[in-house]
């Protein structure tokens, strides 16, 4: 036999061999795989401070709940709930989570899980393991949303909902929900948060969650109500410095805050529409578009924030009587829109001045625009001074674009 002749067999041997073992590994499946019906499948997760101890709140689909009087048709138990909480303890948040396995027939699975929440006394005592734990561990989900609670954080998961089975999910869509529609709170991810506290500012905001009433609502049967008596509802805005809860804004303080951050994606304003004769509220502006520019200066030792705010949107609502076809009145809605939404963006600003934490982003601001000043804060460590004697100057442009469907009030139709 030549040498070419044995040179290509070789060749046709060794093709061969490697095709067997690509197909070979093809069909030896996962290593690690585990069967659907051995995991419990985490829709939410809450966590607490309690004797020393991590106590964490696990909601677990229920699979046997099926379809239920909750959301949907089909088969399943009307009486069987949509989800279960088990609550464990222990020294470390893995610890706690391996000792839900003496208490649980399934093995805790994170990576359908929508949000995660932190009870207060937690907060304040400071959640950098909890953040670590989400960006090491390889099922946990750096995309939940992030919630604080005043009380237990177990609590809020054992309400239930109505509209959904899934009440995690449901959470979700509650967030996502006002951010787009009156954006009082912004939704917050966990990799958002973990990013905020490490950034320039190392501060950072988490909205509240909380039960509107004093029983949770822990039996399917109670769903049926056409009104419940206890609800989840976004309360505050939690605001941290480093890793710890430090104080709170309140809903007008957090819209707000929006403006100052850019964060409107759509708001409703009420205002009077007749300022010189009658403080009465009786208008609503619907705000579809804004937009915050700002611009930091250094004067006289000390930084002024430039703010720029622009919206517009469409008249929705007017009690009192007014002919629109009048530009002078349009003018005057404009000016009391934007003059309260000046009064709305200061006190925001002095909330946040007087908890001290850079929730506003100013200083990856000034980094980014005054390069050489920020290297000399970075080595005084004196971002904190600099930032408690920054001076804000607020500028307000709103156009009304629409008036709706009517030119004129029907309060004045009627009189005509």
Not at 174 to 184: G, K, P, V
Not at 306 to 311: C, L, Q, R
Not at 354 to 362: K, W
């Amino acid at each position: 036999m030549s040498t070419g002749r044995k040179l290509g067999l070789k060749a046709r041997a060794a093709r061969c061999l490697v095709c067997t073992l690509v197909c070979t590994s093809m069909v030896t499946g996962c290593w690690d795989d585990r069967e659907l019906s051995e995991l419990g499948i985490t829709s939410g997760s809450a966590y607490d401070w309690e004797d020393n101890q991590w106590k964490a709140t696990y909601q677990v689909i229920n699979p046997s709940s099926g379809a239920s009087s909750m959301g949907g048709g089909g088969g399943g138990s009307g009486s069987s709930p949509p989800f279960l909480t088990f609550t464990v303890k222990g020294n470390t948040i893995m610890d706690a989570i391996d000792r839900s396995n003496l208490t649980s027939t399934r093995e805790m699975f994170f990576s359908h899980s929508r949000v995660t929440v932190i009870g207060e006394k937690l907060a304040r005592r400071g959640i950098n393991q909890l953040i670590d734990f989400f960006l090491r561990k390889q099922d946990a989900r750096e995309t939940v949303y992030v919630f604080i609670a005043k009380g237990n954080a177990g609590d809020i998961l054992n309400q239930l909902m109505q509209l959904t089975k899934n009440q995690g999910a449901g959470i979700q869509l509650m967030i996502e929900q006002e951010a787009r529609l009156t954006s009082y709170f912004p939704g917050v991810r966990l990799f958002q948060l973990a990013m905020a506290l490490s950034s320039e500012s190392g501060s950072a905001v988490i909205p509240e969650i909380l039960l509107t009433g004093d029983e949770i609502m822990d039996e399917t049967s109670e769903t049926g109500r056409t009104d419940l008596p206890s609800r989840l509802a976004l309360g505050r805005l939690g605001v941290l410095k480093g890793d710890r809860l430090v104080g709170w804004l309140s809903q007008q303080e957090a819209f707000g805050l929006s403006f100052l951050t850019n964060k409107i994606n759509q708001a409703s304003l009420s205002f009077p529409t007749q300022p010189e004769t009658s403080a009465k509220i009786d208008g609503s502006f619907l705000l579809q578009h804004a937009s915050t520019k700002i611009r930091p200066v250094w004067e006289n030792d000390h930084y002024v924030m430039d703010v720029s705010i622009t919206g517009s949107g469409v008249i929705t609502e007017i009690g009192s009587p007014m002919d629109l076809n009048n530009r002078a009145s349009i003018a005057q809605m404009e000016r009391t829109i934007g003059e309260n939404i000046l009064e709305t963006v200061k006190q925001s600003w002095v909330s946040v001045k007087r908890l001290n934490a850079d929730v506003t982003g100013f200083a990856m601001t000034i980094h980014r625009s005054d390069r050489k000043r920020w290297k000399q804060i970075e080595a005084d460590k004196s971002w904190d001074e600099v930032f408690g004697n920054i001076e804000i100057r607020p500028r307000i442009h709103v156009s009304i674009e629409r008036m709706g469907l009517s030119n004129k009030s029907f309060k004045t139709v009627q009189q005509d």
